[in-house]
């Protein structure tokens, strides 16, 4: 007979602590019993009115998500939850998820994915909690399932055997209704509203090439219905665009290194006039030109300079965000525009008040990351479109497109150095080194200038007066230029340490120096005050953007 059924564990799980984006860990470790179950109940623990309510659940696809969906179904079911929303096969991108929680009116979106992070058995899996807006859950709430998962030895699930779900339709378990809609549908619609796609397709039809690569993620079937279907591309726009649950063994971050394919295809071959990829689940985006690579903070600032361009905001800019370790190039347009620029913590989350309370209509991060106020979730597809309808509404190239951005606003050298899955206590004796020295390094020579300020960075939130405090630690200098020093909070092996270097130029300055070559000096001198590549035993780092 179908029932309730309480169960009970031994003793609680005490690792889980949500990072920058949810609770990330080993699938091995996911698929250890009732580790999942713990941290769904204790979600569904914190959150008020939730008998009765919609919910919304999906995922990138990636090993175990099917499985996951089921579980989540069973524990919400016994939870009174009124109704979920899936997708077909539980294929949802984190910015269409947004976008369900806000169109349907939703109380909260569980998204099943580790992000940017390797899938399969031996790779990762996560759970991403979405409030009421859509957004990525608030700190204050993701401490309390925190707390909560601590301690919590019980959980309960509806004891009835969850039907397939590979096409549309309902069911009802429980008195719970279960709807599958395909997920795709409602995104492209929404894209369609922000962009003028018959202007795309004009000008990609007319011998201007692109290809995309969705990584063996989830965005290819949300790429083929926008640039097959939509814009009548011919299906070789398309690389890696069939969702596979290891993604092919690619680790699905759309960077330099791990979409190197894609960038030896545009970088070295020049093959194609445009070129972009998403990550695992579809929130980040990585933008090339023939023989041009766009620096995400860079991108940030493009986007930001040319909304006028796109039906969506035109005449709507209130404002602009980006993360603190992001570059200053978008202080320089925000400047021009004479709109103000919030500079907020790393994580999506920090833009959720500034975006409900509409200070900002665009926001981004250095991490691959843009996003505007359509969602609230940075938007992969969304960016890669964006560029697009500026190219085509300029009749231009990403090369071009950048020089005319530069020596319009000037340049901002950057560079972001991961050294990834390091020994945690190698990581954290440069981050304590570098945090003992920031009181003495003021009004100091560093490299070529002098320290003006070096600091852990702090944020209180203009809405709702949250202090964020030990959000990177910072070395600015007299001549405007950055060093930021970070431990990512995504990782699952070891820690990664973040390098972020910045270079303000003037836009009558020299525009045309490779990055590495323009920060040198500030990378050497980092590296002489804290040995790096001594104590991680490394010459290079493992990524650099
Ligand atoms: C997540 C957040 C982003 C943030 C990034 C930082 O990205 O959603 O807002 O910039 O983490 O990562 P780290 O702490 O490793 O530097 P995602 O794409 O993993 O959800």
Known sequence: MDKVTHINIKKPFKDQKPGTSGLRKSTLQFQEPHYLEIFVESVLRQINN???????????????????????????????????????????????????????????????????????VNGDFGIKVNISNGGPAPEKLTNQIYRCSQSLLEYK???????????????????????????????????????????IGDYLQNDFSIIFDAMNAVTGPYARELFVNKIGLSENCLMNSTPLPNFGNLHPDPNLTYANKLADLLLNKRSFDFGAACDGDGDRNMILGRSCFVNPSDSLAVITANTNLIPGYKNAMTGVARSMPTSMAVDCVAKELNIPCYETPTGWKFFGNLLDSDKITICGEESFG?????????????????????????????MDLMNQHWSKFGRNYYSRHDY???????????????????????????????????????????????????QGLRIILENNSRIILRLS????????????????????????LNPQMALQDLITSLDDLLNISTLTKMNRPTVIT
């Open 370 to 398: 843009t996003g505007s106020n359509h969602v609230r979730e940075k938007d992969g597809l969304w960016a890669v479109l964006f560029w697009l309808q500026i190219l085509a509404a300029k009749k231009c190239s990403v």
């Open 157 to 199: 699930f509806y004891d009835f055997p969850v039907p397939d779900f590979a096409s549309q339709g309902s069911f009802k378990i429980k008195e719970m209704f279960v709807e599958i809609i395909d997920g795709v549908e409602e995104y492209v619609s929404l894209m369609e509203k922000i962009f003028d796609l018959d202007q």
């Open 489 to 512: 909070g995504t990782g699952t092996k070891g820690s990664t340490l973040r390098l972020y270097f910045e270079k303000s130029s003037l836009s009558n300055g020299k525009l045309d």
């Open 50 to 120: 939730l008998e009765g309510s919609t919910l919304i659940v999906g995922g990138d696809g990636r090993y175990g998500n099917k499985k996951a969906i089921k579980k989540i179904i069973q524990i919400c079911a016994a939870h009174n939850v009124g109704k979920i929303i899936i997708t077909k096969d539980g294929f949802l991108s984190t910015p269409a998820a947004s976008n369900l929680i806000r169109k349907r009116n939703a109380l909260l979106g569980i998204i099943l994915s580790a992000s940017h992070n390797p899938g399969g």
């Open 420 to 470: 990834e899955a390091i020994p945690s206590g190698i990581a954290n004796q440069i981050y304590e080194n570098l945090e003992s020295l920031l009181p003495n390094l003021k009004n100091e020579k560093f490299s070529n200038s002098l320290v003006l300020d070096a600091d852990n960075f702090s944020y209180e939130d203009p809405i709702d007066k949250t202090i964020s405090t030990n």
